[in-house]
């Protein structure tokens, strides 16, 4: 039609500005499980599976004919994108509906925030394990998948940045990642801001940029 490649660009941009949810009817999820599962028989136990199967196809095919029609082509892209980097699994419709969205709000923004979010959500809480944490024994898959998959990558972490980042001593009681200090962010900005940035200068980024706007 005639654009140069810059006019292209930029209109990819501009029609990605708007941040649209993926937004199914609450009566679509079917999210009964927070009802005791154990309480429930052997009958009502496939039903509610087979339900929530059904709510995550819905989903995803709602998900792929957004991606097809939406305007926001390029909004749409990164969230793909970003979905795959995030890897997470759920049953959950209603939990999976909004950590798509957690990638859609932040796809084209700051990797950072984006981090934190997606840290939060109860779908990668679940996924990671989380609900396993306990005081003297923390579950160290967060803190692993938060290096190796999400930020560092394989051979660019040690063991002992998992048990500092993980656990923390402060004033003889521990501090759990999910008991305090992710809740304000400090566990991301110790990853992002000081081993995030520590790699990227040893590889060649500028030692005064800072990480979450090189990621």
Do not use: G, T, V, Y
């Given at each position: 039609n005639g654009q140069n490649i810059r006019e292209v660009v930029t209109q990819l941009f501009e029609a990605s500005e708007q941040d649209n949810d993926l937004q199914l009817p609450d009566n679509a999820?079917?999210?009964?499980?927070?009802?005791?599962?154990?309480?429930?028989?052997?009958?009502?136990?496939?039903?509610?599976?087979?339900k929530a199967r059904q709510s995550v196809r819905l989903l995803n095919t709602s998900?792929?004919?957004k991606m097809a029609a939406s305007p926001a082509q390029l909004r749409e892209k990164l969230t793909l994108f970003w979905h795959g980097h995030f890897a997470c699994r759920?049953?959950?419709?209603?939990?999976?509906?909004?950590?798509?969205?957690?990638?859609?709000?932040h796809a084209l923004g700051d990797f950072k925030t984006m981090l934190l979010e997606v840290s939060q959500s109860p779908a990668m809480l679940q996924f990671l394990n989380n609900q396993q944490n306990r005081k003297g024994?923390?579950?160290e898959n967060f803190a692993r998948e938060l290096m190796e998959l999400f930020c560092l990558g394989e051979g660019n972490y040690s063991e002992k940045d998992v048990q500092e980042l993980f656990a923390r001593e402060r004033e003889d009681e521990v501090v759990y990642a999910l008991a305090g200090v992710l809740e304000h962010g400090e566990v991301v900005r110790l990853v992002v801001d000081d081993l995030l940035r520590r790699r990227l200068h040893e590889v060649g980024a500028r030692p005064d940029e800072r990480a979450g706007d090189a990621v």
């Open positions: 999820l079917n999210d009964n499980q927070a009802n005791a599962f154990k309480n429930l028989s052997e009958d009502q136990k496939k039903e509610q599976l087979r998900w792929l004919e759920s049953n959950r419709a209603p939990f999976l509906q909004q950590l798509n969205n957690i990638h859609r709000k024994k923390p579950n």
